[in-house]
């Protein structure tokens, strides 16, 4: 079956402008997960979501970072006026029910360039 | 909160030889350990996680892991390694007591030379 999908692969943005970044994680997963992973770094915990609701945001590392799953499925991280430290590779996972048991599924990413 | 340390960025084997890469844990005991790989351009896939059920731990592609609490590691080995095993190694935890909230470590590049 299809896995976790990511859109777009690669983004370039100048210092200042949004960028909008897509997940369509696995058709029934209600968990979903997003990681920032700079370059030569592990995977840092963003935000997560069960259905609808965004039960941690913790990981968001400013008010700039903004991620939503209006229907519980697709989910977007916003990013407002980008600044050069905001260049990594973001990637979205999900996982059936959320649970140290499970294995989260991950999308291969998208490497964000900010100029 | 629980965290995990990769032991050597960059890791380099002859075909045919042994892999092993190096995962410590903080000294609390964790209840759970995972190894997941990443190819280029791929997102990271699961390749083995350790639940407590037993200390050697067994993975797709070959590879296993034991767990040693005496030395609070996880290590990854492969005994026989191929040149498909190049890719990036990540030792994760779960960040108690949020147990979704994955903490990673750096990750470990496998090259494998013919």
């Known amino acids: 079956g299809a896995g976790v999908s990511q859109s777009p692969r690669y983004k370039v943005a100048k210092r200042g402008q949004d960028v909008a970044l897509r997940c369509d994680p696995i058709?029934?997963?209600?968990?979903l997960f997003w990681y920032q992973q700079a370059l030569g770094q592990g995977p840092e915990f963003l935000t997560y979501?069960?259905?609808?609701?965004?039960?941690?945001k913790s990981g968001l590392p400013s008010d700039r970072f903004f991620a939503e799953r209006p229907e519980g499925s697709v989910s977007t991280l916003k990013i407002q006026r980008t600044q050069q430290e905001d260049s990594a590779v973001y990637l979205c996972?999900?996982?059936?029910?959320?649970?140290?048991?499970?294995?989260?599924?991950f999308g291969p990413g998208t490497r964000l360039t900010v100029l | 909160a629980q965290s995990v340390t990769q032991l050597g960025s960059h890791v380099s084997v002859s075909e045919g030889a042994l892999v092993l890469l190096r995962c410590n844990y903080s000294s609390s005991v964790p209840p759970y350990l995972f190894w997941y790989v990443q190819y280029p351009n791929q997102g990271l896939q699961l390749l083995l996680k350790y639940t407590s059920a037993a200390t050697l731990v067994k993975g797709i592609n070959g590879f296993e892991a034991e767990f040693k609490k005496s030395e609070t590691s996880f290590h990854l080995t492969k005994p026989s390694a191929h040149m498909s095993d190049a890719a990036e190694y990540f030792c994760?935890?779960?960040?108690?007591?949020?147990?979704?909230?994955?903490?990673f470590g750096a990750g470990t590049t496998v090259t494998v030379r013919a």
């Open positions: 996972a999900s996982e059936p029910l959320a649970g140290p048991y499970n294995e989260q599924f």
């Open positions: 979501f069960q259905n609808e609701a965004q039960l941690d």
């Open positions: 058709s029934g997963h209600v968990s």
């Open positions: 994760a935890v779960p960040r108690h007591p949020n147990v979704y909230k994955l903490s």
